[in-house]
């Protein structure tokens, strides 16, 4: 019983070990981007936030118009 535990933990071990050895070889195939590209890359991602939050703050503005137009028309 005690050497199956043990034949567990060791395979575990060599999971592990596996894991972050495989982990490394996939980290060293990837093409990471420049400092230009990153700073462009970043500047497209902020422009586009800002833009859906815009959107999104001008249509909330128009159904609050609206419902509190309604509410004050019911009343």
Known sequence: MAVAKEKELE???????RTIRETRSELRK???PN????TRLTIVVIA????IGLILFIGDSI???LY???VSLLS
């Not at 395979?11 to 070990?17: D, S």
């Not at 586009?48 to 833009?51: A, E, G």
């Open 35 to 38: 400092r230009e590209e990153t």
């Open 11 to 17: 395979q575990q071990e060599n999971a592990v070990a």
């Open 30 to 32: 990837v093409v990471w």
């Open 48 to 51: 586009i936030s800002v833009t």
């Open 63 to 65: 159904f609050l118009f």
């Open 68 to 70: 509190t137009q309604l």
